[in-house]
């Protein structure tokens, strides 16, 4: 070892282990970092296999601000590209939907072939004789599905999908998402929430209309933060807070069973439900309307579970709904998070109002924790305060912590 | 969303190159030939644009498409016919992207591709 080199950080004291050094949270070059060496080196979910099933299907997305879109070929076969027009940058395409056979900038019109190539552009001849239309195609990436999502990987030497998660991908694969579908905007129409009335006055009480008041959903939705993706990402990672940040949560959660297993790259926490009814109306309904939808697995049928898949996506397994919360980042203190929501494609009107309800118990506690979070980025740039220590609850922040020094080297040693 | 629908008025955006070279390509071709070129001339052009819809604008693709193929069979080797039948070919290459080809279109395309490239 040269004698110059850097000595290691410490990452415990005395028993506890350290969390990343406050500066990681507020510096534009290590976001800068992150992106290259964690997010475009990582295996993000596009989305679901239900929206690319046939050949000219489509699934825009982002990795980190990386525009990509995913088709199926016209030989079946699942492709990623580069969602940026070679003209002049414009994203081919938006949401999900099919394309047929050509994917065509919404722009200027250059066409693409669904491997890729430049099939023509208007007005080619305006171009010059010299210039050399066969050269031009959308840089293209791996793709690959698990578990029901499709996922992409912009590094060509990454590991393959499935080694990648490791020993988590088979439970992740057991959990079903390949059965369920996407939520649309389409699956809250009137006249079905007037269907859905009838069930939710029988249970008596009806004073939190917003449980039958739609949220405008559709299948990918966006929502932007004003904190540093890790910030948003450690607050998700660990039960320890619930007690103090979320104690209406405590009536559903039986808190001293949550419990965060390790993975490679992988966290996946289990949070028990109780079985006693709340005195909370909204968690009442939904603990008597919420059944589990039939494609569930057994073994979780009883509880809230979580996934962590690295570096930021996280999965809310809820009997009633399984949902994708993906962090891109935007900035040190923005980040863009998308929500892609599954539902049974079985479901009826009880269990969409359980659904809604769930979203309506779910959002109060995001709420508490954007507050939360808008603390806790300040303090982190605060002049007082350089790092903490977890708990035994946050060893899955812990865990993170652990696969971002791994990442992106240096990132713990401070300004 | 790209593509997935196709707007009414989408078919519109091929219509530049053709209403820019398309006239004095016709002409030439249909002189040469000893054809009269009205039929598929500017004024037709003008008139598809202002009142036309996606299979007008197919059907006058296919006009153009025997025109080509009559020049080439009685042996019309001008820079204007291959011109033409490239533009005629990118029109194909555009045309999924904004309407539903037939297969009688896609047999003209796959003809314009083979004239172009024989290989
Ligand atoms: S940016 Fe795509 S065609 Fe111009
Ligand atoms: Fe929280």
Redesign the interface.
């Known amino acids: 070892m040269s004698a110059t080199r850097r000595r290691a950080r410490p990452t415990r004291s005395g028993g506890a282990p350290l969390t990343l050094h406050a500066h990681a949270y507020a510096d534009p070059a290590i976001l800068e970092r992150e992106r290259r060496e964690v997010f475009a080196k990582a295996w993000i979910a596009i989305g679901h296999v239900s929206e690319v099933r046939e050949p000219g299907d489509?699934a825009a997305g982002s990795i980190a601000g990386e525009p990509v879109v995913v088709v199926r070929d016209e030989t079946g076969a699942l492709r990623a590209f580069s969602n940026v027009c070679r003209h002049r940058a414009a994203q081919?395409?938006?949401?999900s939907?099919?394309?047929?056979?050509?994917?065509?900038?919404?722009y200027h019109?250059w066409?693409y072939r669904l491997d890729g190539t430049l099939?023509?552009?208007?007005?080619?001849?305006g171009f010059g004789e010299d210039f050399d239309r066969d050269a031009v195609r959308l840089p293209e990436f791996r793709v690959d599905t698990l578990g029901g999502l499709v996922f992409v990987n912009m590094d060509p030497a990454a590991e393959p999908l499935r080694e990648w998660f490791g020993d988590i991908a088979e439970r992740f694969e057991g959990l079903g998402i390949e059965r369920l579908v996407p939520v649309t905007a389409r699956d809250w129409q009137p006249r079905e929430i007037m269907r859905g009335l009838p069930d939710v006055i029988r249970s008596r009480r009806l004073d939190d209309a917003r449980a039958l008041v739609p949220a405008a959903e559709t299948s990918r939705m966006w929502v932007s933060y004003d904190h540093n993706w890790k910030t948003l990402a450690d607050n998700y990672l660990e039960g320890y807070h619930v007690p103090i940040g979320h104690p209406g949560l405590l009536r559903l959660l039986d808190y001293p069973k949550y419990k965060a297993t390790l993975h490679r790259r992988a966290a996946w926490i289990d949070g028990p439900l109780r079985d006693n009814p709340s005195r909370d109306l909204v968690e009442r309904l939904y603990q008597r309307l919420q059944r589990p939808m039939p494609e569930f697995p057994e073994e979780l049928r009883e509880q809230w579970t979580y996934i962590h898949l690295w570096p930021a996506q996280f999965i809310d397994i809820y009997p009633d709904s399984i949902d994708i919360w993906q962090m891109h980042p935007d900035g040190v203190r923005r980040t863009r998070t998308l929500f892609m929501v599954f539902r049974s494609p079985s479901e009826g009107v009880r269990d969409r109002v359980a659904r809604r309800l769930n979203s309506v118990i779910n959002s109060e506690v995001m709420d508490e924790d954007v507050v939360l979070c808008d603390g806790v980025q300040a303090g982190l740039e605060s002049l007082t305060y350089t790092r903490g220590v977890l708990n035994d609850n946050e060893n899955a922040v812990g865990h993170f912590h652990d696969l971002l020094r791994e990442a992106v080297p240096g990132i713990d040693d401070g300004p | 969303?790209?593509?997935?629908s196709h707007g009414r008025h989408d078919w519109l955006?091929?219509t530049?190159?053709v209403e820019?070279?398309g006239p004095i390509l016709v002409d030439r071709i249909a002189g040469a030939l000893g054809e009269a070129p009205d039929a598929l001339g500017e004024a037709r052009i003008r008139e598809l644009i202002r009142t036309g819809d996606a299979a007008a604008w197919l059907a006058y693709l296919a006009a153009l498409t025997a025109l080509v193929e009559r020049g080439r069979e009685a042996g019309v080797a001008a820079p204007e016919h291959v011109?033409l039948a490239e533009?005629l070919?990118?029109q194909y290459?555009?045309a999924?992207?904004?309407l539903?080809l037939g297969p009688d279109d896609e047999a003209r395309s796959r003809r314009l591709e083979e004239m172009l490239d024989p290989s």
């Open positions: 489509f081919l395409a938006t949401g939907g099919s394309c047929g056979k050509v994917l065509r900038c919404p019109g066409t099939a023509a552009m208007p007005e080619g001849r | 969303m790209t593509g997935r955006g091929l530049p190159e820019r070279f011109i533009i070919r990118d290459r555009l999924p992207g904004v539903r």
